[in-house]
């Protein structure tokens, strides 16, 4: 949905860093040069230590296992045993951050890496003799260690495969820019944007006021897409995923102020050199790339949990598909005895980042429905953008039953499973209520990747007005927690029985 304009496709990656800061400290350094999600790489290498301690416990002691789940279930379990897991468990990521696994600089190459791995494990398990010098059962001897020490380097590679698979995946991926400036500081972001080969950037364009001696078309920064002043239409309109902000910071302070001002306004992810400006609802976040630092203003919560979040998406999904086939399959089969038309209805709706999906759903309108939207916009009686009809012409009868009890919703788990939404966030929109979106403010809904169910799903649906919709959307992104996409989970459950607000 968002217009044309130019773009520079960069295959390379964006520079964290537009300028050096002097008074970034040491241990700011230090932090920098971890890899990518390092704590939760440690955390699986712990998982790998324990399971092949586990893996050698059972190949050598398979015998004398019990033979049903019940007898396992009731084996004996003592104190000794947990003391000495979790000794392995903090010891073995704390042997493998002294051996360089955790930094950047130092595993650039997986062989590299691989050989630090090797050391590593041969070190750490040292840690395993506790094992066969307290086993009063003999069921772990001297002779098993080196088996262990196998499988640990085997589990060991198998991590950090899975991370530079990962990191692969995401580099594919190339994310819109803007950069702010044309001056100096502009053209060294550029710059650095192709020697940093781990990521993938569109630079849309450059963003500046005229007065600041426009350079860009004699630096090759072109184009030069609006003034600051224009800045909040753009991030209204176009996807936009960063703004990097390349102005100097002494005699520019106030836009770059208030650059950051608008880029949290509308839920989009602000960069600027490592100096500290105030900020409402957005926070700091340290990255950098070669010499080169960035503070990039987050305005949704921290990377590592959203990516457990996005874990248990796809667990709940596919929970969710398999549950739900045989209903699905019903469904299916009454949609297409009672009316004409396709199964599936599939409308374009607005994600994360204002990026356009392909929502699905079980049909539940008569398959002109679309056409004759417009004829109905009178009869709208919703307050603000969106579209509502309460006893809507244009639903089956076989719809309202699938609407009331949000079946109808159920494709949309595939949705979830390839990554366009999330189990809980702000509902999708069709592009039709995001065009009359007058507020700025409100397009920071978008911030988050849209779900099945929310806090408006829980709190009465459709009875909501509009405004009320995006401050609960808006409070759930301020408040986002694990326990609180749990909470509304477990909620939707009897908001989905009753049906209280569904149309």
Known sequence: MSRPIPSLSLSDGLPESASAVPSTTSRSR???????NAGFVACFDSLAALTAILVVFVSVNFAELPSNAQGFLSARVTVKNILQLTALAIAWPAVFHLFGLYEAQRVRQFGSEARRLLAAATAA??????????SVSRSITLWDVPLFWLAAIVLGLTVRGGRQAVEHAHRRQARRTLIVGTGRLASLTFRDIRVDPRHRYDVV???????HGRTGHERGLEPVIGTIAQLEQILMRQAIDEVVIALPVKSCYHHIQR??????????????GADMFESTVAFPRYHAHGDRAFVAMQVV?????????????????????????????VVAALIKLTSSGPILYAQDRCGLNRRAFRMHKFRSMYADADRLQASLEQRNEAVGPVFKIRNDPRVTPLGRILRKTSIDELPQLWNVLVGDMSLVGPRPLPWRDVDRITRPADMRRFSMRPGLTCLWQIQGRSNIGFERWVELDLEYIDNWSLGLDASILIKTVPAVITGVGAT
């Open 301 to 329: 919560p921290d990377a590592h949990w959203l990516a457990v979040k996005r874990a248990v998406d796809i667990v709940g999904a596919l929970a969710g598909l398999v549950l739900f086939a045989p209903l699905m399959l």
């Open 125 to 134: 398990s040292v840690v395993a003799l506790v094992f066969p010098f307290t």
């Open 205 to 211: 364009g450059f963003v500046d006021e005229p007065y």
């Open 259 to 272: 650059v950051i001002e608008l880029c949290e306004r509308a839920g989009v992810q602000a960069k600027y």
């Open 30 to 36: 230090r932090q920098l040069t971890l890899v990518s």
